[in-house]
């Protein structure tokens, strides 16, 4: 099957570059356990999150938010950069490998690429004691699914732009306001009423509220409801 030439591509060129992602991947779960769930948590009073620890809290948000970064940043530069500036794509459609394939490959990778990233993230939460729920075991999956959400229309993006200054613009009016309106360092609840629908209406905002489910103990979860 041709996507999965494609598939190995990927995978070959990540082994030889893993190691610039191993600060995203291992390194700043730690930070954001240590710098908000364990630093700011202290300050937070957990009547305004339903009375779980703040760490609890903003952990699945945090991973969610990470899945959505992944997303995204696998479908900028990297894309650009094989129709752009090293041409992979062209190399691989003088090939029998169609453009179909392409896409489904890249896809396939990008799952992977999230799902090792968020089991990581899960994992070093998990030690911190903010998951209470085997349901998390479904986070990884949950996080595919949303990285594909924000991945897909910025591959399209990406495959037809001439400028990369254009991606700075995605960080600024997508990534950062979506990561502070989304309810994940608060609850959406205690936004305004008129701009709650916002949130709402963000894709982050459900993908948020999945893994906060999944992670919470069982009777959590029903008062929640």
């Known amino acids: 099957m041709a996507a999965?030439?494609?598939?190995?591509?990927?995978?070959?060129?990540?082994?030889r570059t893993w190691r610039g992602s191993v600060l995203s991947s291992f390194v700043l779960p730690v930070l954001f356990v240590v710098g908000f769930g364990l630093s700011v948590g202290?300050?937070?009073?957990t009547g305004l999150i339903g009375g779980e620890s703040y760490l609890s809290f903003i952990a699945p948000g945090m991973i969610a938010t990470t899945a959505?970064?992944?997303?995204i940043g696998e479908a900028t530069f990297p894309v650009m950069?094989?129709?752009?500036?090293?041409?992979?794509?062209h190399a691989m459609v003088a090939t029998p490998v169609r453009p179909t394939d392409i896409v489904l490959g890249d896809a396939?990778?990008?799952?992977?690429?999230?799902?090792?990233?968020?089991?990581?993230f899960l994992g070093v939460v998990s030690l911190f004691g903010a998951v209470h729920s085997w349901w998390a075991l479904t986070i990884p999956l949950i996080c595919?699914?949303?990285?594909?959400a924000f991945a897909s229309p910025v591959y399209a993006l990406a495959a037809t732009l001439e400028n990369a200054g254009y991606f700075a613009l995605i960080q600024r009016l997508v990534i950062i306001p979506?990561?502070?309106?989304?309810?994940?360092?608060y609850p959406v609840s205690?936004?305004?009423?008129?701009?709650?629908?916002?949130?709402?209406?963000?894709?982050l905002w459900h993908g948020v509220e999945l893994c906060r489910s999944a992670t919470q103990k069982k009777k959590e979860r029903e008062n929640k409801k």
């Open 108 to 120: 396939l990778y990008l799952a992977v690429r999230i799902v090792l990233t968020t089991t990581v």
């Open 68 to 71: 959505m970064q992944v997303g």
């Open 144 to 148: 595919a699914l949303l990285g594909f």
């Open 42 to 45: 202290t300050l937070v009073h």
């Open 4 to 15: 999965a030439a494609v598939f190995e591509y990927n995978m070959i060129s990540y082994r």
């Open 190 to 203: 205690q936004m305004p009423a008129g701009v709650r629908f916002v949130a709402y209406l963000s894709p």
């Open 178 to 185: 979506m990561s502070l309106f989304a309810g994940v360092f």
């Open 81 to 89: 950069a094989r129709f752009r500036w090293i041409k992979i794509y």
